[in-house]
Nanobody, 125 residues
Framework: QVQPVESGGGSVQAGASLRLTCAPS????????MGWFHQAPGKERDGIAG????????YYSDSAKDRFTISHNLGKNEVYLHMTNLKPEDTGMYYC??????????????????WGQGTQVTVSS
């Protein structure tokens, strides 16, 4: 199956900003939970942000809530993760996936499906 495509990653210095984009092509965003996940090298995948697309309710991990913002554009069928003040610990792969709306707030990877290929973010000090 065609997976959502993540883009926008890159190599940046600490303190920089990036905007990641998730673009699913086989389903529309309406009435879904969409989540962003971070996987550092050698670590498990951690949920960092989620959004319920019909209503706009957002959810964040403690580590993400002060610096990252999740948003979406239904007309473009895209979900975004705006990341500011990036730190070396933000380095890793970033993935987006979808979940039933009632599983959105927990940001547990096991609740999400249809994972993309990911986009790499590298932050140097």
């Amino acid at each position: 199956q065609v997976q959502p495509v993540e883009s926008g990653g890159g190599s940046v210095q600490a303190g920089a900003s990036l905007r990641l984009t998730c673009a699913p092509s086989t389903y529309t965003l309406s009435w879904r939970c969409m989540g962003w996940f971070h996987q550092a090298p050698g670590k498990e995948r951690d949920g960092i942000a989620g959004i319920y697309t019909s209503g706009g309710t957002t959810y964040y991990s403690d580590s993400a809530k002060d610096r990252f913002t999740i948003s979406h554009n239904l007309g473009k069928n895209e979900v975004y993760l705006h990341m500011t003040n990036l730190k070396p610990e933000d380095t890793g792969m970033y993935y987006c996936a979808t979940a039933p709306p009632d599983q959105c707030s927990g940001l547990w990877a096991r609740d999400f499906t249809s994972w993309g290929q990911g986009t790499q973010v590298t932050v140097s000090s």
